[in-house]
């Protein structure tokens, strides 16, 4: 299995509600990483875990929340988000550790949309 | 800062020829990774070709190599016998560490055309 999957595939939610995001990866990789891509803009790194640990927090708002709670599973929670969050969330994994630098594996997205 | 600048916003090639991608990046790094990825209308991110810093030769892959000029700090993607599915947002990418994590910083993108 050599792929990275996110769910749900399109979300629509108002300013109120709250939902998450889920990433699955079943390849052994130790890190995970979340990505927001706007339209036509190239993909922005948001978090990164590191062995179930965030090792790399942006500075994203607070209303964009991430959980790691095993080594194949990531989430993203999302709380009163605002129309300009509105975009394409991507995850990746690695096999992790530190200097290898090896290549990401992407997931497909969760296009939202925030009204 | 590491920077990542792609500046073709788009570029178009007919079917069969050649088309090289430009990328230069700005580090103070003496090691690091560079990457070509692929993005079709499927969004999902694919990789074309990995470049390691400390190597003097230019990766390959099949029709995809790079001219890697590091002094010059350039990395560009060239695409050989171009095909209609090599159609896609092309992304050149920098890897480097910090916090402990390896983070990818990529350019704005060259939307490549390929004309029948």
């Known amino acids: 299995d050599t792929e990275v999957t996110q769910t749900p595939k399109h979300l629509v939610m108002g300013m109120t509600n709250k939902k998450s995001l889920k990433c699955e990866q079943h390849?052994?990789?130790?890190?995970m990483y979340w990505y927001k891509q706007k339209a036509k803009k190239p993909p922005e790194l948001m978090f990164v875990?590191?062995?179930?640990?965030?090792?790399i927090n942006e500075s994203v708002p607070s209303r964009f929340s991430p959980e790691c709670p095993n080594s194949s599973l990531l989430n993203l929670h999302l709380h009163a988000l605002q129309p300009e969050d509105s975009a394409l969330y991507l995850c990746?994994?690695?096999?992790?550790?530190?200097?290898?630098?090896?290549?990401?594996?992407f997931g497909s997205g969760t296009q939202l949309s925030v009204l | 800062a590491q920077t990542v600048t792609q500046s073709q916003p788009e570029m178009s090639v007919q079917e069969a020829e050649t088309v090289t991608l430009s990328c230069t990046y700005d580090?103070?790094?003496?090691?690091?990774?560079l990457f070509w990825y692929k993005q079709p209308p499927s969004r999902q991110m694919i990789l074309v070709i990995r470049?390691?810093?400390?190597?003097?030769q230019n990766a390959t892959e099949n029709r995809f190599s790079v001219n890697f000029q590091k002094a010059a700090k350039s990395f560009s993607l060239k695409i050989s016998d171009s095909q209609l599915g090599d159609a896609a947002m092309y992304f050149c990418?920098?890897?480097?560490?910090?916090?402990?994590?390896?983070?990818?910083?990529f350019g704005k993108g060259t939307k490549l055309t390929v004309n029948p």
């Open positions: 470049q390691e810093a400390y190597k003097q």
């Open positions: 390849m052994g990789h130790r890190a």
């Open positions: 990746a994994s690695r096999l992790g550790g530190v200097g290898f630098n090896e290549k990401l594996f």
């Open positions: 580090t103070s790094e003496s090691d690091y990774y």
């Open positions: 990418a920098y890897s480097y560490t910090q916090g402990g994590s390896e983070k990818l910083v």
């Open positions: 875990y590191s062995y179930e640990k965030l090792s």
